[in-house]
């Protein structure tokens, strides 16, 4: 089926659709996708399809600073006002969809085109990846007018402003019309590529049959399709974006600006059902999943039409005739795997890192589908295109299922979906299983749910005296982004008998999605012994460990309305202590912060640091108020005697062995890492006197590797006062390796992650200054520490474990996870905790800024 033309064949389709041919075999032109490409989030703009509507629900289309996405894009089609005109891209022989018969990205374009023949179809560019492809969004539904789309978007958008209002509208018939969003998001591991194939064959029949029952569902439902998620990783076979993240676990993060463009369409549509299409599971992979269930999803509401649906789901794939697709019972009858009733353990949806875990937070009844066969690896060309065509059938099987359940379900499902968010304004708490069809398949302890009692509200206070309120701001603009609701107070006001100053943000959890806010905040809880296995990570928490101050509000306390006012926007403005200061001083305390230092270094300003760890900044102005405004971070008045005894600090040449989520972030904080290894020193190709400081998580760099050249180089380098970080356990054997510091490691489970609650030195220059809790995953921690190893942060003694998973946590309470002391002249520290863990724990970046500034 892949669609696979000449570039001649290109270029007479493009004719043929008018207004792109100008554009045909162009080479990509940032500079032609305008000032979205430039958005500091990547956030798409969020136009409606047919170009009606305000886009993202709250936000209004006028809202300041919005451009469109293309201005080229706005041109009118027939029939079809800002659909984006879709522009080719360059031929890449080596996509590695063409050997698996699949499309290759740059056939997309031509596929999308076609499609938009149809006055049923919009497509829309809804941002880039790293690489800048663009993402495509393609929305599928029976025509209709502008008006028709003006009432279709505040139907939508009163789900979630007023459940109330919508379930009253519902039973008395408002809603009988109203289209309901269906979304598929495919390809977001580059190398699971068939959801693609098959979405693109869906929208085929859904722009061009005639088929009534077709015609029916266009009339029912606005389908709205993402046709890669992961364009780099489709073209180049690999499962990351090409940033190295795996963005299937990205969700609750939204590091990657692939994931920010998706999350902004789940954000505009919520929808009632969500699949998210992989591969490779035997059997066909088809959810609900096993347990432990998260705690803050309406998981009786889910389950009652996830399993539904799976199971019909499960029947198309079975009426495909396709028997490598499925299992045999002991009975001679077939079956896909749906792990809530075919398994026991090790496939949660437990943390919302998953595309359809997070989707369910937006009121969504969430799957991940994994088709079954692997067509990687050393297969004849036959047995891969084979592989390829069953995998494609069975992920159009599924959307066709799904579809076929939303459409004979429509009211059922919208009306469960009002009911999740009504339980949100209400502050209801979580209930349990109570559907008699689950109570029946469930598998094992599948059936459990843990019940969950909301906080009334969430304070996040952000005034001058706070610690970090660009921190703040930035969680709260997160917040924002994620669509939920926060308050800001005009004034000074109380909750529940605190005194709060003015500027404070509350989150008041009576909202529609405080699902997601209570997961965003809330630290989590210790799931070690509900389950043995667990899929991936077990605790995050942006509550905890991004930085802000975070407090949370229990009872049935009143939140004063009179003080509070909605927020559209959140940024840290910055400040300047007024007068003609001799120096200001900038404590660092967050990622702006990091940033605003390492952007005064690069561009030459003469820093020093007290033994406190503030930074020194020489009083000139101009150049203090612009970085205050461009990071948004406070500026402090300095004493003469406190600027009297500082160390001066350069720009760090930074080397790097570590992962690629860890490059990122030191990359986010403003580094310029560079990757290093023994090999390239031995042949010359680096030199140790371009370096100041090297962070070592991987074994790429050995010192016992290093020529006697470069060994004695390397000593030198540290007897001349260089710097070392090292994190878990392949940064502890570089220690012993370069003999440094005399330390004796002990480790958790490799599968051990979760949220600590930490102690730290106060006088520690790493961590003085330090978040109370921390984050690990395979934890390590030092159950000896020798002469002259200084302890900069040690779990605590007791009820260390906040949140996660970790088997045998208790052999590791009150130990040392963060130590450092200078050995052979060098400042070396050493983390047993994960501070840069794919990118999300940002509050604890400035204890790795802090140690590679030493
Ligand atoms: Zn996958």
């Not at 993202?56 to 201005?71: E, H, I, L, M």
Request: hydrophobic share 40%.
């Amino acid at each position: 089926m892949a669609v696979r033309r000449p570039l001649i064949a290109l270029i007479a389709a493009a004719l043929l659709f008018g207004p792109a041919s100008a554009a045909v075999a162009a080479p990509p032109d940032p500079a032609e996708r305008g000032p979205a490409a430039a958005s500091p989030r990547g956030q798409s703009d969020t136009e409606m399809p047919f170009g009606v509507g305000p886009g993202q629900r709250g936000r209004s289309a006028d809202a300041p600073g919005r451009k469109p996405s293309q201005p080229a894009a706005t041109a009118k089609l027939p029939g079809k006002p800002r659909n984006d005109v879709i522009v080719d891209v360059p031929v890449e022989l080596t996509d590695a969809s063409i050997p698996l018969n699949l499309i290759p990205y740059h056939d997309i374009p031509a596929a999308l085109r076609n499609l938009q023949r149809s006055n049923r179809i919009s497509v829309e560019v809804i941002g880039q990846s790293v690489l800048g492809r663009d993402l495509h969004l393609v929305v599928a539904t029976a025509p209709m007018s502008d008006a028709q789309w003006k009432t279709w978007q505040q139907l939508s958008d009163l789900r979630i402003n007023d459940p109330h209002a919508a379930q009253a509208k519902l039973a008395a018939g408002a809603y009988a019309n109203w289209r309901t969003p269906l979304f598929v998001n495919n390809n977001i591991h580059g190398n699971e590529w068939e959801g693609t194939d098959a979405s693109l064959q869906i929208l085929q029949d859904l722009a061009f049959s005639t088929d009534p029952a077709i015609v029916d569902m266009l009339n029912k439902h606005v389908f709205a399709f993402v046709v890669t998620n992961n364009p780099d990783g489709r073209v180049a076979a690999t499962r990351a974006n090409a940033n190295g993240f795996d963005m299937n676990r990205d969700f609750i993060t939204a590091s990657q600006p692939e994931v920010r463009a998706v999350r902004a369409q789940l954000v505009r549509y919520s929808p009632l059902t969500m699949l998210d299409i992989h591969g490779y599971v035997n059997c066909t992979l088809i959810e609900p999943t096993t347990g432990p269930h998260g705690d803050n999803y309406e998981y009786d509401l889910y389950i009652k039409h996830a399993l539904r649906n799976a199971l019909s789901m499960e029947r198309a794939v079975l009426a495909t005739g396709e028997t490598r697709a499925s299992c045999v019972n002991s009975d001679g009858t077939r079956r896909n795997d749906i792990p809530f009733r075919d398994r026991t353990q090790g496939w949660d949806d437990w943390p919302p890192i998953f595309t359809p875990m997070y989707a369910m937070y937006h009121g969504a009844i969430g799957h991940t589908i994994e088709v079954p066969l692997n067509p990687r690896g050393n297969l004849t060309v036959a047995e891969r295109h084979e592989r390829t065509r069953i995998n494609t059938a069975v992920a159009a099987a599924t959307i066709r299922g799904n579809f076929e359940y939303a459409t004979q379900n429509r009211e059922e499902l919208l009306a469960n979906q009002l009911e999740w968010f009504r339980r949100g304004v209400d502050g209801e708490p979580t209930r349990p299983i109570d559907d008699p069809l689950a109570i029946s398949l469930a598998r094992g302890d599948n059936l459990k749910t843990h019940l969950q009692d909301f906080a009334r509200a969430y304070v996040i206070p952000a005034g001058k005296d706070q610690r970090s309120a660009t921190a703040a701001a930035r969680l709260v603009q997160f917040m924002l982004d994620n669509d939920l609701e926060v308050q800001r107070a005009s004034r000074p006001f109380k909750l529940g008998g605190t005194h709060y100053e003015a500027g404070t943000y509350v989150v008041d959890m009576r909202q529609a999605k405080r699902g997601l806010a209570s997961t965003l905040l809330g630290v989590g809880r210790d799931v070690t012994n509900d389950f043995n296995a667990m899929y991936d990570i077990s605790a995050w928490s942006h509550g905890h460990l991004w930085g802000a101050t975070v407090q949370q509000v229990d009872g049935n306390v009143k939140l004063d309305d009179k003080a509070l006012r909605p927020v559209t926007e959140a940024r840290a403005t910055g400040s300047v202590p007024p007068g003609k200061q001799s120096h200001y001083g900038l404590v660092v305390d967050s990622v702006a912060g990091i940033q605003a230092v390492n952007k005064l270094l690069n561009d030459g300003v003469r820093l020093s640091r007290t033994a406190d760890g503030t930074f020194v900044v020489p009083g000139d102005v101009a150049v203090v108020r612009q970085v205050a405004e461009a990071y948004g971070v406070e500026f402090i008045r300095m004493t003469p005697p406190q600027v009297r005894n500082t160390t001066g600090v350069s720009k760090t040449r930074l080397g790097v062995a570590a992962n690629g989520g860890e490059i990122f972030a030191l990359q986010q904080m403003g580094f310029q890492p560079i990757s290093v290894t023994h090999t390239a020193f031995n042949n010359g190709i680096l030199s140790f006197a371009d370096f100041d400081a090297f962070f070592v998580s991987t074994t790429a760099f050995n010192p016992l590797s290093l020529n006697a050249t470069q060994a004695a180089a390397f000593n030198q380098w540290l007897a001349d006062g260089g710097t070392i970080v090292g994190r878990g356990s392949s940064g502890k054997q570089f220690n012993d390796r370069a003999g440094l510091l005399d330390v004796t490691i002990a480790a958790g489970r490799s599968d051990a992650n979760g949220i600590v609650k930490v102690v730290n030195d106060p006088a520690s220059p790493i961590t003085g200054n330090a978040l109370p809790t921390a984050f690990v995953d395979a934890p390590q921690y030092f159950t000896r520490v020798g002469d002259g190893v200084r302890v900069d942060q040690r779990l605590a003694a007791e009820g260390f474990f906040l949140a996660g998973h970790w088997g045998g946590q208790e052999a590791a309470a009150g130990h040392a996870v963060v130590v450092s002391g200078v050995a052979k002249g060098a400042n070396v520290t050493l983390f047993g905790t994960e501070p840069l863990f794919r990118a999300h724990p940002e509050g604890l970046y400035p204890q790795v800024a802090a140690a590679l500034w030493w």
